[in-house]
């Protein structure tokens, strides 16, 4: 399929082939036949990624700090590649669309193919010829209703939702700072509902467009002091896209004593004090589409918020606003200035960007509602995907039958693109197929590394048999049915951590890897550091401590989503307590963990701050100390153990030493080495049967210690490391931490 895409490096646009994307649960997948280009937010975005370096860290401090504060704890060699690889990729663009269902995933709520659907959500609802959009994030088009209108459906529930903060009522007056095309959906929204509308916009052009929806409208070069409308407002949405404090001052002026003024665009905030003061005005900010936006369990996992409680959700104002258009109340057509097939997506963002007036931006996908489903096509330049079910392994040739070379890889994020497949490259595999549920991310990896193929279907490197070595690299919550898919296809894994989230993921991964004997590795890098192998043969039993600086993650990371990170006892600590189970040697028996969240919000299984300690067979103990809240100053990790007569030391795996008796021999230098390219050419190695893989049952043995720390944390008390939890000890708790 064709989807417009823009480079991050330099903001160029491409309308690029990418593979068709697949609807995973609780999505369905959408062949569109209109989308709405945003004059606000897609112009930002084009402008950010045309910006040098420099003007881009200018744009967006927060992730500039980030990349300084990882390259004072992780390196600068490492953060460079890393951001070299992020500018490299392909971002889509596009957050309001209307086609038709294709294809519905299990768990989608009440769509079923050939439904016509209005979509929503940056990163969903894509200039693309079919997006996946979670399910609450779509609202069926009523008959009548063409596509170009319930194209616009997005950007008029954020009307919606902006009126809605502005608690107006019929006979109020509304004052919209702003006339693009949200000021304008907010125009007629306003009047629909029965409102006095004043507009203000500094051009000309829009005035005559409010004006035919029934508003009162003047250039704001023409409200000067004590102008009639001054302090008539019973609310104000300012709807304006501007660097100056110009609308909020104008909309202070405007506001009657006591009245709300909402933000809706992206305007400066630096609030005068006395208007705001002598009004008493309540400042309020409206948050995109309505209730449920940025909220995971919302958006990503189909938890609709009871009407009862929670009236008007992002996806009831989506239908809310098609509703008005299909009683004909608001005429979203009459806002279109420019027309644009798909294939001229260029020339329409030309449009956006130039000087002349631009409202509403539409472009069309010809054929669309004309075609059925769209084959599980891969992107061009390879052969067609192999029909059929995955390959029992009994019929597939074993790695080491070939060069134990070739690669497939599933998953295309950060970490996939800017460490694992950089270092399985450099040692020695060959790229051959790279699958992500994001065709784009999957076309972007397949440009940057030389895959032959890209796919969208995970299915599509499973089926295959010519690979030798299959790396998982998705979201937590995958990781264990791939890899016991690729398992019982006879090939060889290599996971990224977590192996497993819970106890049933585990059993699948162990059961699927005896049945097979296909080899096995887990992405514990840290045990192959130089440092680490140096650690590894002092004698035992030992006393260990690892202390962890981690840093705080945004509440609304994928991380700290129970269901799909696992939170980061799971998602994180499995690195440092497999590291320890490494170190030991001998069988984790018992784990006890206490912690507490950084942020009321997150849940005790998402705590973000914890100790756990781990007993083992021998007598050894080990601690991990894990913190998002302490200062880096003294370091990310380090690492100290002692045994009968000796002590030694690893500080972020650059330095360490080694004391026995009084003497003492340093340990590495300056250069950071956590142990991937040693785990890289292990795993080059075992593919091409040059080595044996680390026996499974060490991964089994630190995921299961991970799971128990999990379980503690939530129990409050030492749980036995087991295959299974006792009934009753906390094993019915569900994933997300409540009973």
């Known amino acids: 399929m064709r989807q417009v895409a823009r480079r ?35 112009r930002a975005t084009l402008e950010i990624g045309r910006k040098g370096l420099v003007g881009k860290a200018r ?21 460079l590649e890393l951001v070299r690889s992020r500018l490299e990729e392909l971002g889509p663009l596009g957050y309001s669309a209307a086609g038709t269902v294709l294809e519905a995933g299990p768990g989608a709520r009440e769509l079923t193919p050939g439904d016509r659907v209005a979509i929503a959500g940056g990163g969903f609802a894509g200039h693309a010829e079919v997006d996946v959009v979670p399910s609450l994030l779509c609202a069926r088009v009523p008959e009548g209703v063409d596509a170009e209108e319930a194209a616009f459906a997005t950007v008029g529930a954020i009307a ?41 916009d500094p051009k000309p052009e829009p005035l005559e467009l409010a004006r035919r929806a029934g508003a009162e409208a003047m250039l704001r070069s023409e409200l000067d002091e004590g102008f009639r409308w001054e302090g008539t407002a019973d609310a104000v949405l300012v709807c304006a896209a501007a660097r ?36 008493e005005l309540d400042l309020r900010l409206a948050r995109s589409y309505g209730p449920g936006r940025y909220d995971p369990s919302y958006e990503l996992h189909g938890l609709d918020y009871p009407i009862g409680y929670v009236r008007w959700t992002e996806q009831r104002n989506l ?5 008005l258009v299909a009683e004909g109340k608001i005429r979203p057509s009459e806002l279109i200035t420019h027309r644009f097939p798909l294939g001229e997506a260029e020339r329409a963002f030309e449009a956006l960007e130039s000087e002349e007036t631009v409202v509403g931006i539409v472009l069309s996908y010809p054929g669309a509602e004309d075609e059925g489903p769209a084959p599980a096509a891969a992107s061009r330049r390879e052969a067609p995907a192999q029909p059929g079910t995955v390959s029992p392994a009994a019929k597939r040739p074993q790695a080491g039958l070939r060069d134990g070379r070739r690669l497939g890889v599933i998953g295309a994020g950060s970490f996939a693109t800017g460490t694992l497949i950089p270092g399985l490259v450099r040692a020695g595999f060959e790229p051959v197929a790279v699958a992500s549920a994001s065709g784009l991310s ?111 993650l945004g509440r609304d990371h994928w ?38 969240p950084s942020e009321p919000e997150l849940p005790l299984a998402a705590t973000d701050n914890f100790s756990v300690q781990i007993t083992f067979a021998d007598g050894g103990v080990g601690t991990v100390h894990y913190a998002a809240d302490a200062p880096r100053g003294p370091g990310k990790e380090r690492f100290e153990t002692s045994a009968p007569g000796a002590y030694a030391v690893i500080e972020d795996f650059r330095s360490g030493g080694v004391w026995k008796g009084r003497r003492k021999r340093r340990l590495g230098g300056r250069r950071q080495d956590k142990g991937f390219s040693s ?13 044996e893989p680390p026996a499974p049952e060490s991964f089994y043995l630190s995921t299961l210690a991970t799971l128990a720390a999990a379980r503690s944390l939530e129990t409050g008390r030492s749980e036995m490391v087991t295959e299974h939890p006792e009934p009753g000890s906390g094993d019915a708790r569900s994933r997300d931490g409540s009973d």
């Open 319 to 323: 239908s809310a606003f098609l509703s």
């Open 244 to 279: 100056s404090n110009d609308p909020i001052l104008l909309a202070a002026r405007l506001a009657r004593d006591r009245a709300p003024v909402v933000v809706v665009g992206n305007v400066a905030m630096e609030l005068p004090r006395v208007p705001f003061y002598e009004k």
């Open 8 to 42: 991050l490096k330099d903001g160029r646009l491409e309308l690029a082939e990418v593979p068709d994307p697949a609807p995973g649960p609780g999505t369905v997948s959408v062949r569109l036949e209109a989308s709405v280009l945003s004059a606000g937010t897609e």
């Open 679 to 691: 785990h890289f050419e292990l795993i080059r190695d075992v593919a091409r049967g040059k080595a």
């Open 442 to 552: 999957a076309e972007s990896a397949r440009r940057r590394f030389g895959f032959e193929t890209a796919h969208a279907r995970a299915e599509e490197i499973l089926s295959r048999d010519d690979l030798d070595l299959i790396a998982i690299a998705t979201r937590h919550d995958s990781h264990a049915e791939l890899v016991a898919r690729a398992l019982d296809a006879g090939l060889a894994v290599y996971v990224e951590k977590p192996l497993a989230l819970d106890w049933d993921q585990l059993a699948l991964v162990r059961d699927a890897q005896l049945r097979s004997g296909a080899s096995l590795l887990v992405g514990f890098n840290r045990r192959y550091a130089p440092l680490a192998v140096e650690l590894r043969r002092l004698p035992r039993p030992r006393l260990m401590a690892y202390r962890v600086n981690a840093g705080r």
């Open 59 to 79: 744009a967006r401090p927060e992730q500039a700090r980030q990349v300084l504060e990882r390259m004072r704890t992780e390196g600068v060699r490492s953060t």
């Open 559 to 596: 991380l700290n989503d129970l269901a799909q990170g696992g939170g980061r006892v799971k998602g994180e600590g499995c690195h440092f307590i497999d590291f320890i189970c490494d170190q030991e040697g001998s069988d984790p028996l018992s784990v006890i963990a206490h912690g507490f």
């Open 160 to 200: 919606i939702n902006g009126f809605r903060r502005g608690e107006a009522e019929v006979g109020s007056t509304v004052a919209v700072v702003g006339l693009g095309l949200i000021g304008q959906l907010a125009v007629r929204v306003a009047r629909a509902a029965g409102c006095r509308v004043l507009g203000v």
